[in-house]
Structure formats: C-alpha cells, structure tokens
C-alpha cells in the first residue's frame, strides 16, 4: 500500500477534518455569544457562570475522554463526540433560561474534552505511525476552522443563533456520519508496529511517563495557555489602552491568531529539521522578547507586533506538548489537556486581578514571563529519555 493511501495517511485526512470542524463550532459558539446573553437576558455575572458550567464540562469530558480512549476504538470516540458537540449546540441555541443555558453548556463542555482527547490521542497514533511530524499542522486545520467559523458568524450577524447553531451543528454532524465509515481505517493505526507492540503504550496510560515529566508538560502547558488566554481577552483591550482606534484594536488577537496559525501551518517543516526541543524553547524566547518589547517600547505598532510575536512563538508549543504526553498514552494526553486549559481559564482573570493592583501594561509581563519559564524548562520537558 503506497504511502498515500495507508491507514496513516488516510487518518491525518480524516483528522484534518475533526480538528477543523471543532474550530469551527467553537468560534461560532464564542463569536455569537453576545446573542445568546441578550436573548436570554443574562448578566455578565450569569453569563460567567454559564462559561464556567461549559469549562466544568470540559474537565469532565477530558477526564473521561482519556478513559474511554484509553479503552475503546477511537473512530466511536471521535465520531459520538463530533455529534455530541453538534448536538449540545443546537440546545444552547434553544435556551431561554440561565438553568437551561447552564445544562447545555456543561453538556457541550464534555463532549468537547471527549472529542479533544480522542483527535489528539488518534493523531498521536497517526504521527507515530508516518514516521513524521503532523500535530502542528493539525493544530493549525483547528485554527483555520475558527478563522472560518469566526467569519461565517459575522456574515451571518442578521441571523438569529438559533438558525446559525443549527445549521452548523447539522453541517458538521452529517460531515461526521459520513466520515465514520471511513474512520474505521484509524483502527488499523492499533497494529503492532517494531516500536510498540500491540497497545501496550495505550495499557499503560499516564503511568507510561514518569509522574515529574507528566507534571511538567501540564505545567508549561498551562504556560503557554495562559498566554493564549490573555491575547483572547486583553489585546484588544491593552490597544485600547493605547488609544488605538476600534478597528486597530480588534486587529491586536487577529494578530495573534494570524501569528498562531501561521507558526502552526510551517511547524512539522520545523520540527522535522530542527527538533521539538530547539524550536519550541526558540520559539518561546521569540513570544517572551517580542510581547515584552511590545509592552515596554511605545506606540501601537509595537503593541501590534508583540501579540503576533507572541501567537507566533508559542504556536508549536502545545503540539509538541501534546505529542510528548502521547507516549503514556491518551490518560496522559488528557492530563497535560486538563492542567493546560486551567492556565487558558484562570490566565486572563488572574491578569485582571494584577491589573487592578499594578497596571495592565505590567500585568501583561506574566505571559511574556512564563514564556520565558516555557523556554528554559522545555528540553527537559521534550527531550526523548534515552533507555
């Protein structure tokens, strides 16, 4: 079988296409959520309760989503999670009332982690059965959905969400269905390979990395998602401290998200040349002097170009992190996910509660810190042990 028809190829396809439609739920989900809150007549702080429900979701799902992997076929996983999420967003755009919004948000929490879990696992799989990087393009194909799903939800700002949610969630859930058959062929990533008999990788879960080396990926995990956190929530708002204009404010997490994906779509080049080690501690140093200097140097241009240094330095770090935990299994895959996203939802407010003692300006240094922090930390964390 040629390279371009082996299950391995086949399933980076396939999982180009999962990763994708999760961008594109999400962004639709977050880009219309003004409407939701108006709709329902929420509050800010009813509205965050809400959020918090879908993030409580999410730790559930990645928690199971770890055990389930661990245990059963991932094309099921994949799939029931695709139209689980699909499902959960229909309701959202259903719900009147904060006790409904608050179910359906924790519901599509869970089957968001379940589905995260299950592509990163298969994608793991798949990586190792090419023989090549992929995770960082396929981090990218999740980064292009949003693009995709943050520009449909704008085109489409005349429609009401519940319309919006529901044709998405039908679009991306028959787009599921109709892959699963074909998904099957991911079971064939399970045969014994020279490097790893059988499953025994998958046997051993988190329990197949030593307890220190899984603590540290979850924890520059959460590094990096700390800053991934505080450019969704405050680059815009640091420019407007800058009194920039509207429209040079909304540019600074476009910026950073332009960064991102562009860091991801050249990172398996990258990383095949270079190694995970030196371009994820290189691209690390980058995010921690260009955010600073953006910071510290004035005007808006150089405010512009610390959020696209930062989107673009820590673009492979999560990949690679990703593919470390991978050698334990999808149960370590869930758990750096789990200590990662805690950095992504606590970052932003703990940059708010510096703020209000400091200044914003000041604050902001945290992730150009951690940055840091990621750069000297990340070869122990990456390097292969040797036996």
Known sequence: MSAATSPAECGRRLLTGYF??????????????????????????????????AALGMVAGLQAGGRLAAAARQ??????GTVGLAAALVVLGVCRTPATLAAGAFAFGIAHGVLDVAANA??????????????????????????????????SSRTSHTWLFTI????????????????????ALDEPTPAAPGREADTKDAQGLPRG????????????????????????VHLHSLNAPTVLSAAAFALYSAGMATGRLAGDRLTARFGAPTLVRAGAVLAAAGLTAGLVLPGIPAALAGWAALGLGLSVTI???ITAAGCGGPRAVAAVAV?????????????????????????????????????????????????
């Open 20 to 53: 994708a439609g999760l961008g594109v739920v999400m962004a639709v989900w977050g880009a219309r959520m003004p409407a939701v809150q108006q709709t329902a007549h929420l509050s800010t702080a009813t509205l965050a309760l809400v959020l918090l429900a």
């Open 75 to 80: 094309p099921l996983l994949l799939t029931s």
């Open 122 to 155: 298969a994608a793991v799989r798949c990586q190792d059965r090419l023989g090549r990087p992929i995770m960082a393009s396929l981090h990218a194909s999740y980064s292009l959905g949003a693009l995709g799903g943050a520009a449909l939800a704008a085109f």
């Open 168 to 187: 998405t969630a039908s679009c991306v859930a028959a787009a599921a269905l109709t892959m699963a058959p074909a998904a099957r062929r991911l079971d």
């Open 213 to 236: 080396r899984l603590w540290l990926l979850g924890a520059l995990a959460a590094a990096s998602l700390l800053g991934e956190g505080a450019a969704a929530d405050w680059a815009a």
């Open 319 to 321: 990949p690679s992190l």
């Open 339 to 387: 200590t990662g996203y805690a950095g992504l939802l606590a970052g932003p407010a703990l940059i708010g509660a510096l703020a209000t003692v400091t200044s914003l300006s000041t604050a902001l240094l945290l992730p150009a810190l951690l940055a840091a922090v990621v750069a000297v930390l990340s070869r122990k964390a990456l390097e292969t042990p040797t036996p």
